[in-house]
């Protein structure tokens, strides 16, 4: 089984060509974010940055929700920003789609520290997939807590268990400053037939302990900015 190239710009080029063209969702739609945004405070006139957001329609759901003051969406993948924008131009005039790319060194200086929070459902995880991953990680979180306010927070969901995200969100694998203050939690996914064909699915939220053994879980990083 080939293993897809989730770090190379081609494969989503391709991909938001094919069959997932037209939305989808990383690790859990809006009534998963949610409970996530009640626990770190979140209020509804806040600024909302999506990184690597691709064909999510999760800043749609929080508008339709009452986050409306301003919510910008950023991928590099040119073709997918401007189909997500077109389907919000109107209806939807709050949210921003444009092309950028998270691990751009020179991302931080189109974007000011205003916003309260980023979102991430994936992103982070497919920068591990790639190559010169220390670096990009590095950036990465460079730029992010340049477009945070003070006290903003960085909302990490991912596939990795904190023995592979932990040293990379504090810097010790890069070498790195310690831009941030993580708390790690941890929910289940649902089963297959319900992330297939839907119906009743319980998010059970637990705090992560190290030494304990998560099966078919998701892994939520909270990391509020320091400095």
Same mark, same amino acid.
């Given at each position: @089984? /080939?293993?897809?190239?989730?770090?190379?710009? !081609?494969?989503? *080029?391709?991909?938001?060509?094919?069959?997932?063209?037209? /939305? #989808?969702?990383?690790?859990?739609?809006?009534? /998963?974010?949610?409970? #996530? $945004?009640?626990?770190?405070?979140?209020?509804?006139? @806040?600024?909302? $940055?999506?990184?690597?957001?691709?064909?999510? %329609? $999760? !800043?749609?759901?929080?508008?339709?929700?009452?986050?409306?003051?301003?919510? =910008?969406?950023?991928?590099?993948?040119?073709?997918?920003?401007?189909? @997500?924008?077109?389907?919000?131009?109107?209806?939807?005039?709050?949210?921003?789609?444009? %092309?950028?790319?998270? %691990?751009?060194? !020179?991302?931080?200086?189109?974007?000011?520290?205003?916003?309260? +929070?980023?979102?991430?459902?994936?992103?982070?995880?497919?920068?591990?997939?790639?190559?010169?991953?220390?670096?990009?990680?590095? /950036?990465?979180?460079?730029?992010?807590?340049?477009? +945070?306010?003070?006290?903003?927070?960085? +909302?990490?969901?991912?596939?990795?268990?904190?023995?592979?995200?932990?040293?990379?969100?504090?810097?010790?694998? %890069?070498?790195?400053?310690?831009? =941030?203050?993580?708390?790690?939690?941890? =929910?289940?996914?649902?089963? +297959?037939?319900? !992330? $297939?064909?839907?119906?009743?699915? *319980?998010?059970?939220?637990?705090?992560?302990?190290?030494?304990?053994?998560?099966?078919?879980?998701? #892994?939520?990083?909270?990391?509020?900015?320091?400095?």
């Amino acid at each position: @089984m /080939t293993i897809p190239s989730y770090g190379e710009k !081609a494969y989503w *080029e391709q991909r938001y060509k094919g069959a997932d063209a037209d /939305t #989808f969702e990383w690790y859990g739609d809006w009534s /998963t974010v949610k409970p #996530f $945004l009640k626990r770190i405070g979140g209020k509804k006139d @806040m600024n909302v $940055l999506h990184i690597g957001c691709g064909n999510s %329609t $999760l !800043a749609e759901e929080m508008h339709e929700d009452g986050y409306r003051n301003n919510q =910008f969406c950023v991928d590099f993948v040119e073709s997918v920003m401007k189909k @997500m924008q077109k389907r919000s131009v109107e209806s939807r005039p709050e949210i921003k789609y444009d %092309t950028m790319d998270i %691990t751009d060194s !020179a991302f931080k200086s189109h974007i000011d520290s205003s916003f309260q +929070l980023v979102i991430d459902k994936g992103c982070l995880d497919t920068v591990v997939c790639g190559t010169d991953v220390n670096e990009n990680v590095s /950036t990465m979180l460079s730029n992010v807590w340049s477009c +945070l306010a003070v006290n903003g927070t960085l +909302l990490v969901f991912s596939y990795g268990p904190p023995e592979e995200r932990l040293a990379l969100l504090d810097g010790q694998a %890069t070498n790195k400053e310690h831009l =941030f203050n993580v708390k790690v939690m941890v =929910f289940k996914k649902p089963s +297959l037939k319900v !992330a $297939l064909e839907g119906g009743d699915y *319980e998010l059970s939220i637990q705090n992560y302990e190290e030494g304990q053994h998560y099966e078919n879980s998701y #892994f939520v990083y909270i990391c509020r900015k320091l400095g």
